[in-house]
């Protein structure tokens, strides 16, 4: 069966301090790895890595895919109050489109 | 502005009625999705639509109906065969089935007692 898995579930820490998300996945057929962060609504996408495109970055936010371990890191560097929120992981695999999503990591940043 | 609207926000409603929530997007997306979050379970797939007329299970399609009749309208109906419907549902749309990034309308959060 196809799942996907994020590490750790929660993580609190101070403004100013970097931190790695993970996402493992075991999925037949990969196609993509998909970052959102949803803070009291509609999650917002970040990033999607596949393949041809393993890094991404924009601003204090970078991703990396590494197909031989089946993950992903999500790294937020120099943490804002505005990061707090539930940063998701899904992957598209199969023949079936469809996303399977990790149950997220809850960041609280502190002031 | 393009984008993707869900509503109502908040809706309640008797047990044993049936209710619609809305789904429009004005972002010319052939595929559209029907998320269901419940706290500590992450977002399950109701149903999808890949083409207008078109539309498959996800996987926990009972007691949920959709129609497709429109590119733009996706709008969901929790029957009253739902077993546990209150629950954040979530709208999305993306440029085609596949490797495209799905985006999210603001959710509606329905209320059943």
């Known amino acids: 069966e196809d799942k996907v898995v994020q590490s750790p579930l929660s993580l609190v820490v101070h403004e100013g301090d970097t931190v790695t998300l993970n996402c493992s996945y075991e999925?037949?057929?990969?196609?993509?790895l998909l970052w959102y962060k949803q803070e009291k609504k509609a999650p917002t996408f970040l990033f999607m890595l596949?393949?041809s495109g393993i890094e991404k970055k924009s601003g204090r936010l970078s991703s990396i895919l590494d197909k031989k371990e089946l993950s992903s890191i999500l790294n937020i560097t120099a943490t804002q109050t505005g990061d707090s929120a539930i940063y998701l992981c899904?992957?598209?695999?199969?023949?079936?489109?469809?996303?399977?999503w990790g149950l997220g990591t809850s960041l609280a940043v502190n002031p | 502005d393009g984008g993707i609207t869900q509503s109502p926000k908040y809706l309640f409603r008797k047990e044993g009625q049936n209710v619609t929530l809305s789904c429009e997007q004005n972002?010319?997306?052939?595929?559209m999705y029907w998320y269901r979050q419940d706290p500590g379970q992450g977002l399950r797939l109701i149903y999808y639509?890949?083409?207008?007329?078109?539309?498959q299970k996800g996987d926990i399609a009972e007691g949920y109906s959709v129609s497709r009749e429109k590119k733009e309208s996706f709008p969901l109906t929790v029957t009253s065969a739902q077993k546990n419907p209150t629950a954040f549902y979530l709208c999305?749309?993306?440029?085609?089935?596949?490797?495209?990034?799905?985006?999210f309308g603001p959710g509606t959060r329905l209320t059943v007692t």
């Open positions: 999305a749309s993306s440029i085609s089935a596949g490797t495209y990034e799905q985006y």
């Open positions: 972002l010319n997306h052939d595929a």
């Open positions: 639509s890949q083409i207008v007329n078109d539309f």
């Open positions: 999925v037949t057929n990969f196609r993509s």
């Open positions: 596949t393949s």
């Open positions: 899904a992957v598209n695999a199969g023949n079936n489109r469809k996303l399977i």
